[in-house]
């Protein structure tokens, strides 16, 4: 199974016509810029994940993004002669939106190739040619407070319908909050609260400053937190987009997505491509894992996250630790705990959030709370993990604050905490993870103390949403339930039963295992076509169970 790392903390269309031209640049832009001597675009650049800013796109392309996440996964075409929003292609799924403390910071580009090694491979930097002339550098300043993300991490192209001509990649993640960018001296970059305060009244004052383009207000974006349910007013810019390539490699179903990455020639460090002689750290390729280690000891947050990622897929076994690697893995979180504990705190990266609750444990032989004095010192760590989607840690809580592991512990009792471990498992799904979603879905649908903190109504809107995002997400186990879930109810109770003769001891839906609970539960959500589209996107994918589902759900339409 994979993890990766959220920047949380908690870190973090015009429908024109079914076949709209294509956006290009003007021929004298693209002479002009390529004598500036931006980098060349080739397929292998953009084909792969991308994570550029958009904060110079033209308004019609931010428009387009804006317009078309209300409407279900946006499916896109990314490539080197631009960028378009397919409206008429569609994709199963939906975003959330999770607020997350505000992270501000300022990107310094100095010539065309920087520009567009952050905003894209096709932007044009020409509008900046005189300004590089002279010495001068693009500063972007931004604050981002949230995020806006889908479950939905990885997209056969049989899974679009419609027409999808050109369809190159879709849209995993938006981060929204409030940006400024200004022409200043080279070298005189100020930090990003200065930036964006910069271009009032008295603007005119420092030559050496030029206020170039804003959106936002900084004192809204200030007053954003962790418990926002959607942007506030006047700090909703989009600041930049993860894009994933369809018929791309799996991102796994227990954690989030990973796009941050950089053209050749460059690499990501503090949230931004520069290149590596003007950087004394960066992010590690996915996977690297001694590339990452060594960043990570360079002060590379980001790398550490990977770090970390690499360490719980090299040693976890289902989301728990075997006690015959404990000690191998103990040895490497020794190494690195400090910069674990650092990446935690200052980037919010979600896997070392999870090692840095590990250190913390005093049961080496499991590496997760067994008391309370364990839970005191680690507990904030798992919680941010959890929050940032990474599904062992989102096990611990659960098992802390649902099932009360820990409340009988006679020196520190951790009390159950039904709201709180609701929140975080909500939020984990909402930024993709399978498991937690399953998870969620599970309490709202069996557990007796869910049963007392929520209305029918509410368990079951919970229940369904949930279950159908880890379907989204890639766990096709899940697809099958929630397939059921959308079932007539007598329907419903016949295609659980039918699934519990099947279901194997080491299946994640064990717990559907003779239930006559669930289908009660959802029982006014009803909607037959829905459910042939859960069974059908898992079957595609090989599940034999979805498979003999969607015969059955195609009888109930």
């Not at 693209?30 to 033209?58: E, H, Q, R, Y």
């Not at 990455?261 to 491509?273: I, R, Y």
């Not at 940032?388 to 099932?403: F, I, K, L, P, R």
Request: net charge negative.
């Amino acid at each position: 199974m994979h993890r990766y790392a959220l920047a949380l903390t908690l870190l973090p269309a015009l429908a024109l016509a079914a076949k709209p031209p294509k956006v290009s640049l003007d021929p004298n832009e693209i002479s002009a810029s390529k004598a500036l001597g931006d980098a060349k675009c080739t397929a292998a650049t953009v084909g792969g994940p991308n994570s550029p800013f958009v904060v110079d796109w033209p308004d019609m392309h931010r428009a387009d993004l804006e317009t078309g996440m209300d409407g279900g996964v946006v499916v896109v075409q990314y490539g080197c002669d631009g960028f378009r929003v397919l409206p008429t292609c569609k994709l199963p799924g939906s975003y959330a939106y999770t607020g997350i403390s505000p992270k501000s910071n300022v990107v310094e580009m100095k010539d065309a190739a920087s520009v567009q090694a952050n905003f894209g491979s096709f932007v044009s930097p020409v509008k900046f040619q005189t300004a590089f002339e002279q010495g001068r550098s693009l500063n972007l300043a931004y604050m981002m407070v949230g995020t806006r993300t889908t479950t939905v991490s990885q997209v056969r192209r049989a899974d679009l319908v419609g027409s999808c001509e050109g369809a190159t990649h879709f849209v995993n993640r938006a981060y929204l909050g409030a940006f400024a960018m200004e022409s200043a001296t080279a070298g005189s970059a100020r930090a990003a609260i200065d930036v964006m305060s910069y271009g009032g009244a008295g603007a005119g004052a420092e030559a050496s400053r030029q206020s170039l383009q804003r959106d936002g207000q900084l004192d809204a974006c200030q007053a954003a937190g962790t418990t926002d349910a959607a942007p506030r007013p006047g700090c909703a810019a989009m600041l930049r987009v993860m894009l994933l390539p369809i018929d791309g490699a799996t991102q796994g179903a227990a954690g989030t997505v990973d796009a941050r990455g950089c053209p050749d020639g460059f690499v990501f460090s503090d949230g931004a491509c520069a290149r590596k002689s003007e950087v004394s750290s960066w992010l590690c390729d996915p996977g690297d894992l001694v590339g990452c280690k060594t960043q990570c000891a360079a002060g590379s947050s980001e790398s550490c996250g990977r770090y970390a990622g690499i360490l719980l897929d090299n040693y976890l076994d289902d989301l728990a630790i075997p006690a015959d690697r404990s000690a191998d893995l103990v040895r490497d979180l020794n190494a690195s705990k400090d910069a674990f504990v650092t990446a935690c705190t200052d980037k919010g990266e979600a896997d070392a959030c999870s090692m840095a609750g590990m250190a913390q444990v005093t049961s080496e032989a499991l590496l997760r709370p067994t008391d309370g004095l364990s839970w005191v010192l680690a507990g904030d760590y798992f919680e941010a993990a959890c929050a940032g989607g990474e599904a062992m840690s989102c096990d611990v809580v659960n098992d802390t604050y649902t099932y009360g592991l820990l409340e009988d512990d006679e020196l520190s009792p951790i009390a159950r905490d039904i709201p709180k471990v609701n929140a975080l498992l909500s939020q984990a799904c909402e930024v993709g993870s399978a498991r937690a979603c399953l998870m969620l879905a599970e309490n709202h649908a069996f557990d007796f103390q869910f049963r007392d903190a929520f209305s029918a109504a509410e368990r079951s809107h919970v229940a369904a949403r949930a279950v159908s995002d880890a379907c989204h997400a890639g766990l096709t186990e899940a697809c099958v339930i929630a397939s059921a879930a959308w079932l007539p109810k007598d329907r419903c109770q016949d295609a659980v039963d039918w699934i519990s003769k099947r279901v194997s001891d080491d299946s994640k839906l064990y717990m559907f295992e003779d239930d006559d609970v669930f289908c009660p539960l959802t029982e006014k959500l009803v909607d037959p076509a829905k459910s042939v589209e859960l069974a059908s996107f898992a079957c595609a994918k090989g599940d034999e169970l979805a498979c003999g589902l969607q015969q059955r759900a195609e009888k109930a339409k």
